[in-house]
DNA sequence: TAGATTGTTAATCGATTAACAATC
DNA sequence: TAGATTGTTAATCGATTAACAATC
């Protein structure tokens, strides 16, 4: 479709794009100039201009930009209106965190699955669905065809599951273990999620905060 | 110190050299060239040799790094050999997660408290912790001086609060809630999580995977 | 129409990569 | 010493910003 490889740096801009244009539509507004927009966005009105225009021309000269129109529009970039199913695999609290925080459905995701290897959470239910046995999870995904997973477990582990979940059809992982499946694997698609990384960064940067 | 404003690409780099120093030294390794370490982390050898030389001369020619001296340089950049106060706000499941899943002793940080408005949740003990009612957050913020707080609370909560902690002297937030603090206070250093965005990126990489 | 604001090209800025002399 | 590998400069590449003609 719009597949003249736009850069990974403008695709990342795309997702707060979204929540700005969904913020100012329940605010009740209906349209909005970039000038306009990157005010409130802390960037400059000639990199959304660019950033929009890498997908067609959404606005309208003097006037500016549809606010739900354009809304529509990334939506539909960032291929959110069609429904991807989604697996967790880790019930842990951070497994189960994930599972009954995040709002997958607005972001055009659902979730069908809970897979741990512990007996103690198998059967349990997190968002109304039951925790399964790993063991089950080739079956699971041969029925039910899940193209995402979140990674939920330890680094040790992540290597073996992996390797499955590849095989078994999964093409985009958010991956909370510290295993490198990018590295490992072409052909599919990570977002690694490293609070660690984070904490650290945050720390150079309280250390090097000028006065 | 190191202060002639390294850029922020190159400081979000170094979190990962250092994890894949622990790993190298963990396996046994003394010493690696800028060559294999790129080969193992998927950049490149020059790369890796501009970021360190933006800090000092950490090789030696002829040689390579020395893992573990290497290990404790960037370390010290990154300031974890220093121990930094942190406090959780918002302990619903993803504040839970975060206090009991992070490893914060390791990235030069210590827990020191975990608040919450909810009165089932005062009193409650995690990782060893009381959680405490944020009424009490001026008192315990004067006497204690964290400098770091962990926002696990909604998007409405925040502006309130992140004024307010602030004002009592917090200097970094790693931000769950959707607020925008970096666009709302100066001299304060932010890292956000946004889950939702990247499940969006993930949903558009999905889309977009050649093949 | 006149004013506003886009779409788009050109200019600038910054980050990455290549190359190689210095040196262990 | 000879070989290996860094530190560092120069070249390339990509991303951001500025400017303005097109146009609603």
New binding site residues.
């Given amino acids: 479709m719009y597949n003249q490889s736009i850069?990974?740096?403008?695709i990342k801009r795309l997702p707060r794009y979204y929540r700005f244009l969904e913020d100012l539509e329940a605010a009740g507004m209906t349209r909005?100039?970039?000038?306009?927009l990157s005010e409130k966005m802390g960037?400059?009105?000639?990199?959304i201009?660019?950033d929009?225009?890498c997908f067609?021309?959404?606005?309208?000269?003097?006037?500016?930009?549809n606010i739900s129109s354009l809304k529509v529009e990334i939506g539909k970039i960032l291929n959110i209106d069609k429904t991807k199913k989604l697996i967790v695999i880790g019930v842990g609290n951070l497994g189960k965190a994930i599972a009954s925080h995040i709002n997958f459905e607005d972001k055009g995701y659902e979730l069908i699955g809970l897979f741990d290897k512990k007996e103690a959470f198998i059967g349990q239910t997190v968002r109304g669905l039951p925790v399964r046995s790993i063991e089950t999870i080739d079956d699971f995904c041969r029925e039910h065809h899940p193209s995402t997973a979140v990674l939920c477990i330890p680094k040790d582990n992540a290597k073996e599951i992996a390797y499955k979940l590849v095989k078994l059809g999964i093409k985009g992982f958010l991956n909370f273990s510290h295993y490198d499946l990018s590295l490992t694997y072409d052909n599919i698609v990570v977002e690694n999620v490293h609070f660690g990384d984070q904490l650290m960064i945050l720390s150079y940067n309280i250390n090097n905060l000028e006065n």
């Avoid at 960037?43 to 990199?47: C, V």
């Avoid at 067609?56 to 930009?65: A, L």
């Fill in positions: 850069s990974p740096s403008v909005i100039s970039s000038a306009a960037i400059t009105a000639s990199q201009r660019q929009l225009n067609g021309g959404f606005g309208q000269q003097g006037y500016g930009y």
